[in-house]
Structure formats: C-alpha cells, structure tokens
C-alpha cells in the first residue's frame, strides 16, 4: 500500500492502552456499504448507507472510492460542480488526483495526501485523474468524506488546505502490531494536521493479523470505523467485520480493533478509517452537493450556483501538475 509507511512502528510514539476502569464502546450496528459509481463513472462504496443521522452527525457521508485498477483511458474523475454548507475531506491511499476550485485552491495529491476543502459560503470545483494516469492506468484507491458545518461557520470563507503524506501524526500501538495515521484531531497526544471547523478525528490505521488495538476515545465524540479491506473484529464483543463495512459504536472510552490471523493476499493488514466528532445536532437539508438548515436555504443556493455567485469555472483547461504544484488562479466572475 503506498500511503505512508514506516519500517519499524515500534520507533514511533505509542498510543497508551485506557486506563484501569476505562469502558470499551459497544458495537451498535454493523452495515455492509452497497456499491455504486460517481462523478464520471468512477467505482464507490457508500460507507454510510443505512446508518441512522444521529450516529453519523457530524458527518454526513463518506464514499470509499476504488479500490480499482484502471485499464489505460478507463480512469475517471468528476465534472465542474458546486459546494456550500460543509467541507469535503479527499485522502488518496493509491493512485493520483487532481484538485481546482473556483476560489484558487488545489493541487495533486498522490498516495497518503490529502485535500482538505471548505466550501463554506460556496464555490466550484473539480477532482479529476491526472493525464499521465489516463494514458497508463493504474492503481486508484482512496476515500471522500463530507463533514458538516455548523449554522455559524456554513458561510465561512471557502477554504483549502493542501496534506501531504509526510506531515500525518504517525503512532503505533503498544506491541507496535497497528501503524497508525492521524490526518485531524488527536488520540493520546498524536496529532493530525488538518485544521477543522467542527472537532473530529479522522485516522488510518493498518492492522497486521492476529493484532489487536484499543483506541482511547474523547468521550463527547461518536466513533465509527470503516474496514477498507481485510477482515477481524471490532469491540471488547469481538463482532465480526469485513471489507466495505462499517461499525457504529455507542458511548465508551475507548474502540477496541483486530484483525484475523489470516489475511488475503493482496492486502497483507487489515486497513480501516477510524472517525468521530463533536455532534452538532441541528436541522440539516442535504440536497444533492448543499448542506444546510432548512429548505429555503437550499433554494438560495441553487440560485446562487445558476447565476454565477459560487463562481465560475477557468476559462482553460486544467494544466499538467505534479504532486504539490498548485493550479493557476481562478477566473474572474465579473
């Protein structure tokens, strides 16, 4: 897998187990995302499919995007399209993606980087697979998640921060039988460089078989993982899991993770993203790419987006960049 690795975890911090006393969640639920396409075409897994809103708040939803190899000219990205009300989180695992937006913000990012995007007030953008990937095919694999806005910040100035691979928290567990990637929040002191409006935790962590880990997990926080590929268990329950599912858990101080002894061939650990936040518990109307409050909110989106006021896309194509190259400024819409 070529999202960040390292050749010894037990040389990186360690997460402390929980304390004496400490709770392991429950497992609530465990749901099987159903599969579909996006944008032009490109293969998803919808990860929260079936899970009730009040599990999921902050969040909104997230799409396991591949994992696939893409034939020359079979890779796809998505048309220009508009955003407001939330921020859209894009971690590529493997493979190569190319980010613009209406307000000046992205770049390439490749393997273990991610774009961290608030759409806040609104504007366009557009995520599409870089030509040399076209030309050559290749591997793609990666994960897209909206996190939800509160009502005093779903008109903050867009945003865009570029994450490259070698700025993640990195931790191990204590035996050092799970690596582990903070990309935003904190567990046990290992912190994540993305810069959030609403508090969350956003990790990737690879599981060797037959480990185990256990999480200490803030308390006012929901807690979810989703299994990108492998099988174990999760909760002190030791609930079976697979690829493509996900697990909610209740109230707790701690998750509880392990992977099975024996593992497919092709993915030698179990791999999940581990996620939780704050709850922001306020009306939300989720119309297509607007997040908002109420119903008239989304009607004045809408006509914002169709008379230009989100802004309008580069008059020329988008060019050939490299990872960390940014793309040229935006047009005007004057």
Known sequence: MPAV????????????APGEGAAARPVLAVTTAPSGFEGEGFPVNR??????????????????????????????????????????????????????????????????????????????????????????GGW??????????????????????????????????????ALIRVIAGGIDGVEGPGVTHTPITLA????????????????DFNALVYVLNGRGTVGAENRPVHSAQTAVFGAGDSIVIAADKQQDSRHPTMDVIVLGGEPIREPVV???????????????????????????????????LQPGDTPPPPASAE
């Open 5 to 16: 690795t390292v050749e010894n975890p037990l040389a990186l911090p360690r997460v402390a």
């Open 47 to 136: 990860a929260f499919a079936g899970i009730r809103t009040e599990y999921l708040d902050p969040f909104i939803m997230m799409d396991q995007m591949g994992e696939v190899e893409y034939a020359a000219g079979e890779p796809k990205g998505t048309p220009w399209h508009p955003h407001r009300g939330f921020e859209t989180v894009t971690y590529i695992i493997d493979g190569m993606f190319i980010h613009q937006d209406s307000h000046g913000g992205g770049g390439v990012i490749t393997d273990g980087d991610t774009q961290w995007m608030t759409a806040g007030s609104g504007l366009l953008h557009i995520e599409t697979p870089p030509e040399k990937l076209v030309q050559s």
């Open 140 to 177: 793609f694999h990666g994960i897209q998640l909206w996190v939800n806005l509160p009502k005093a910040k779903k008109w903050s100035p867009p945003r865009y921060q570029d994450i490259r691979s070698g700025q993640v928290g990195l931790a191990s567990s204590p035996d050092g039988g």
């Open 204 to 219: 990737h962590l690879s599981i060797t078989p037959g480990a185990r880990v256990e999480l200490p997990w803030r308390k």
């Open 286 to 320: 989720h119309y297509g790419p607007f997040v908002m409050n109420t119903e008239d909110e989304i009607r004045q989106a809408l006509l914002d987006f169709r008379s230009g006021k989100m802004g309008v896309e580069p008059t020329s194509p988008i060019p050939h």
